[in-house]
């Protein structure tokens, strides 16, 4: 996975990059969200590395799948990303991409596994709290995660808070057989 992360760095801090110079930090972000899901396809994956099939023909292809949510010069990096045979990294760069506009703005995600649906309050809870450990405005990612029995893990950039019944459990055993 970091080998993936390496390759795809010079490209998400390149897109990064050109779309803070053009004030489009939006508008790239989405591009780039739609992208990774759309390279994520296995049919698409599948025309992509097709060599029968030009890569401009390729590029088309993807531009018309992202419509709307195209940016400006982001068919160039589509591009780039099919003739350096790169579009199977479009989540990673999406990924990084996320992290770099995030930290321009002074924000930070935070996945936040329960194994329950959180309410509203409680994800305003957990992102306030967040807030004011981090020094910086938190969007929440929740995702239900049953195999926690209860409870609640937290990650965020370098921080990670297991505050679940499992990792109790599991911390207690480690504790117990030494």
Avoid: H
């Avoid at 003739?83 to 996320?98: K, Q």
């Avoid at 995600?109 to 004011?132: C, F, H, M, P, W």
């Avoid at 990612?141 to 599991?170: C, F, N, T």
């Amino acid at each position: 996975m970091a080998e993936r992360k390496t390759l795809a760095r010079p490209y998400a801090e390149a897109a990064f990059q050109l779309a803070q110079e053009r004030n489009e930090l939006k508008p790239w972000g989405d591009m780039l969200d739609m992208a990774a899901v759309i390279a994520g396809d296995s049919r698409v994956s599948t025309v992509t590395r097709d060599p029968r099939i030009e890569r401009g023909a390729v590029a088309e292809f993807f531009v018309s799948l992202i419509g709307d949510n195209m940016a400006k010069d982001g068919n160039n990096f589509l591009k780039l990303l099919l003739e350096n045979d790169r579009v199977g990294l479009l989540p990673e760069i999406a990924e990084l991409y996320r992290g770099f506009r995030a930290d321009a703005e002074g924000r930070v995600e935070a996945e936040v596994l329960t194994a329950y649906e959180l309410t509203d309050a409680q994800t305003s809870a957990i992102a306030n709290g967040l807030k004011r450990r981090l020094g910086r405005e938190v969007d929440i990612v929740s995702k239900v995660e049953p195999s926690l029995l209860g409870g609640v893990v937290i990650r965020a950039d370098d921080l990670v808070i297991d505050g679940s019944v499992k990792g109790y459990l599991q911390t207690l055993s480690q504790q117990i057989n030494g």
